[in-house]
């Protein structure tokens, strides 16, 4: 009986600590929850040619966005992102693109033009890995990951609630109208003051993010 | 895997006589595509979730046209669903030039909802996106890019199909 109830105990722990090691999901994403630690990332090359760290990062708040230049729902929600950049600026928030693809119009060399000619005031790095994409379990291009200063995600999904994509005639089309909840920024305010996000999780909208298979 | 067509959304090869004149886009809403999908129960029913902003999306579509050639004798049904903007008159034109060129004589609808509440109604996170129903209208499979470390392919769309079939009746 002893030994049965040893045994049993034995299980339950080794349950238990499988089940912290392995990430659980989020309503909206496959790989993480809310909570779940920023993944640690080196040397990314960035498109002013330096290189980033997540051990670079001593800003409070991080904010990961996932980028994709050739992306029409990345190019209709720029300006938003380089807006809200600037009206956080002086706060301790540190934004970093990502980007992932690796098609030509996606990597580095592109990402410096797309960089240049939408006026990106964050860092823009480029993953060959897709390690950082994969942690995440970031599946879509413009998709938002919010870090507190413990460096717990604490928010993910869409800038504000109405995604916007670039039409072939080069205005903007925002799906939802004028945005009305801005999660990113509410996020980050609520950080600020210590307070909970009032919205942890959206569903991310745009274009796959598209990641390359072991078997080629 | 399938040759590149990257560009073919905007420059698709020229699509002549009866298949071009068969390739039509209808306009439908989310419920009204509902409707249409279950009018397909009885038969092992394919759908491409596309658009033409997404790459990945046109890299497939071929593919599903090559099935379809090859499948359709076997009573499997091929539709596709199209994403793109309903108000951007220059996308719809381009996607329905894309299916010309494609040959695309199956049903393809183009949701008119938009895009980010289609995509919110039919639990889409992202496409290409392909779901195949059994022939009792069960999806059986659910084929995304949800998952970065689980992406789908051409083979596994051919696989799931070959598994339906297997699944039928001798007659």
Redesign the interface.
């Known amino acids: 009986m002893t030994k049965k109830l040893t045994r049993m105990f034995v299980c339950l722990v080794g349950l238990l600590i499988l089940g912290s090691a392995v990430a659980s999901a989020g309503q909206?994403n496959?790989?993480v929850d809310i909570g779940a630690p920023m993944p640690e990332f080196s040397d990314l090359p960035a498109t002013d040619g330096s290189t980033l760290s997540s051990d670079d990062l001593e800003e409070d708040i991080v904010v990961l966005v996932f980028l994709a230049n050739?992306?029409?729902?990345v190019k209709g929600m720029d300006a938003d992102l380089v807006a809200l950049v600037d009206e956080l600026e002086g706060q301790s928030v540190r934004f970093v693109g990502v980007s992932v693809n690796h098609?030509d119009d996606d990597r580095l060399p592109a990402m410096k033009e797309h960089a240049l000619a939408n006026g990106y005031n964050f860092t823009y790095v480029f993953d060959e890995s897709?390690a950082l994409?994969?942690r995440l379990?970031?599946?879509?291009t413009p998709e938002y990951f919010v870090f507190g200063k413990d460096r717990r995600l604490a928010y993910m999904g869409l800038i504000h609630n109405?995604?916007a994509?670039k039409?072939?005639?080069g205005t903007v089309?925002y799906?939802?109208g004028e945005p009305t909840d801005f999660y990113v920024r509410d996020a980050v305010a609520a950080l600020s003051a210590g307070d909970e996000v009032p919205v942890a999780e959206t569903?991310?909208?745009?274009?796959?993010?598209?990641?390359q298979?072991a078997d080629g | 895997m399938i040759a590149c067509a990257g560009p073919a959304a905007d420059a698709p090869p020229a699509a002549t006589g009866r298949d071009a004149a068969a390739v039509e886009l209808r306009p439908v809403t989310v419920e009204e595509w509902r409707i249409e999908l279950a009018r397909l129960e009885g038969r092992i029913a394919v759908v491409d979730m596309w658009a033409t902003w997404c790459i990945p999306c046109i890299e497939r579509f071929p593919h599903m046209v090559e099935l379809f050639h090859r499948y359709e004798a076997e009573g499997v049904t091929f539709v596709s669903v199209c994403l793109d903007d309903p108000g951007d008159e220059q996308a719809v034109a381009s996607a329905r030039r894309f299916l010309e060129g494609q040959r695309a004589v199956f049903a393809n609808y183009l949701i008119t909802e938009n895009t980010a509440d289609a995509f919110e109604k039919l639990d889409l996170l992202s496409i290409p996106a392909v779901f195949i129903y059994a022939a009792d209208g069960e999806l059986r499979y659910r084929l995304t890019a949800d998952d970065p470390n689980d992406q789908f392919t051409d083979s596994d769309v051919e696989a799931a199909i070959s598994n339906l079939l297997g699944e039928l009746p001798l007659v």
């Open positions: 909206y496959a790989v050739h992306c029409p729902w098609r897709q994409g994969r379990g970031a599946t879509t109405s995604p994509s039409r072939r005639d089309n799906t939802r569903r991310s909208h745009g274009c796959s993010v598209e990641y298979r």
